[in-house]
């Protein structure tokens, strides 16, 4: 693989999700935290309607708009459809001539740390997680296992990841999640000058990370409604082992309901409040290690 030759920092994919937006004003305030002699670096503000109006989307959401099919759709014309095509051949046709970092901030009100989402396993992406991993106590790696057809955004690049941070409200700044966030932008920046001036870098040869492998939704009635909240022992214990039979909701009336899995897992974006319109309570993974 050559060099790296542009990083695009996308923040404001979701309009709440104040972090990356705020952080995003800095560099662009202070261009010269993010330059590097051997790459370009630039802020993409995805969604600026949404941020305008201080909502996750306008019509839909843009981070489940990139899928193929759906970019190829002239059917699909909602405001974030329009904005994923015009996001997307901007960006693809870029990476047609160049290798292309894209970097896609996201916040959560689950307590995910500093979470590097990678949709692939593009030997460049493994050894940046594990260069993270191994310097930075805060961050976790998590692979969603991809479909041959991601509707991200990060998904533009095969050198494209997600960084969720948290846990922090929607539509509120943080300051300790936003300094460690700058830092952790520093850090893959470095990485990625280092690497373009193949400098010797320490190489981790293991990765530790979790596997997606489902959802599970609240307790509802037939009609659809909740009759459950997330057990008190399970709020904030994102990435901790989940026993069968320990609890995991806790119902109206006050009934504990327990995990019915038949193997240990690790749950994430616990009560993630985005996710109650997608039906979604957390989502479980399994704790793997890989040789890079």
Known sequence: MGNINSVVIATGTHGNEFTGIYLGKKFEQFPQLIQHPSFDTRILLSNPKAFAAARRYIDKDLNRCFAAADLQNPQLASYEDILAKNIYYLLAEESKNQQQVIIDLHSSTANMQLTII????????????????????????CYSQPT??????????????????GPVAQGVLNAELFQ????????????IESYNQGLSQQQNTTLTYYQYTGVIDYPRTEAGEIIGMIHPQLQFQDYQQLNPGEPIFLTLEGSAISYQGTSTVYPIFINEAAYYEKGIAMCLTEKKTIQI
């Open 118 to 141: 990678l949709g692939s396993q593009h030997p460049f992406i493994l050894q940046l997680a594990a260069h993270l991993s191994a310097i930075n106590p805060d961050v976790r790696i």
């Open 148 to 165: 041959r057809d991601s509707n991200f955004l990060c998904s533009i690049s095969e050198l494209g990841f997600a960084i969720e941070v």
């Open 180 to 191: 460690k966030t700058e830092a952790l932008i520093y850090q893959v920046l470095d990485y």
